[in-house]
């Protein structure tokens, strides 16, 4: 299985920066990362995703460890819209399907 | 675009019972999936399909049917609904596998078994 591990949860502060962490240990060469995150009552949306170099879009930014063992989603700027879960995942070579797990709740305080 | 498209929203059924959850897309994309998501849980995948007339099993098969005669649409099944199978389910889908490309995902179908 593709696992990955994230921490339970996080609380950002609003128009603070917010880091979110996972490791991701048994990663193929070949296996994109890849970001969703889940809004209360709905369907996960995608946020971001890379395979080496560190990758950034109009939500967010994605840092990707050398060794790729480990990734970190930065947002800017925490809005209470970005109040979500966060799921970080890895697929595409070894695994052509994404195996989410728990993902990181994410609370954003005003 | 209309994207993922689910039916019905909400559904309650009694013990035995079978049903058809429907899921269609628009944008022409190969890979198609379905997901259970049960409280406090991550999503866990049940079928997936890499194109019309190829289906396969995902991490939770058991109790489920899936078919895709065409592109667009990807409806799953219960045989014989269990109340074990209350859960959110959603249907997503990508260009190609949903390990390389984004997944659109569907809004979800909250089913009730009694």
């Known amino acids: 299985d593709a696992k990955t591990t994230q921490p339970n949860s996080m609380e950002s502060n609003e128009e603070e920066p917010v880091h979110l962490p996972c490791n991701h240990s048994?990663?193929?060469?070949?296996?994109?990362i890849h970001w969703y995150r889940q809004l209360p009552s709905q369907g996960p949306e995608y946020v971001i995703h890379g395979l080496t170099s560190n990758v950034n879009n109009r939500m967010a930014s994605l840092a990707i460890a050398e060794d790729r063992k480990s990734s970190t989603l930065i947002l800017h700027r925490a809005t209470l819209r970005d109040a979500a879960v966060y799921y970080c995942l890895h697929g595409g070579g070894s695994q052509g399907n994404l195996i989410f797990g728990k993902g990181t709740k994410l609370s954003v305080k005003p | 675009n209309a994207g993922v498209t689910q039916t019905p929203k909400f559904q309650v059924l009694k013990t035995g019972q079978s049903m058809t959850l429907q899921c269609a897309q628009d944008m022409n994309h190969e890979y198609m999936s379905w997901y259970r998501q049960d409280p406090g849980m991550g999503l866990r995948l049940i079928h997936y399909?890499?194109?019309?007339?190829?289906?396969d099993q995902g991490e939770v098969p058991n109790g489920y049917n899936v078919s895709r005669s065409t592109t667009e649409d990807f409806p799953l099944r219960l045989l014989s609904a269990a109340p074990s199978q209350t859960s959110v389910y959603f249907c997503?889908?990508?260009?190609?596998?949903?390990?390389?490309?984004?997944?659109?995902f569907g809004p979800g179908t909250r089913l009730t078994v009694l």
């Open positions: 048994t990663i193929s060469g070949t296996d994109y």
């Open positions: 997503a889908s990508s260009y190609s596998t949903g390990g390389i490309d984004t997944q659109y």
């Open positions: 399909s890499v194109g019309a007339g190829i289906t």
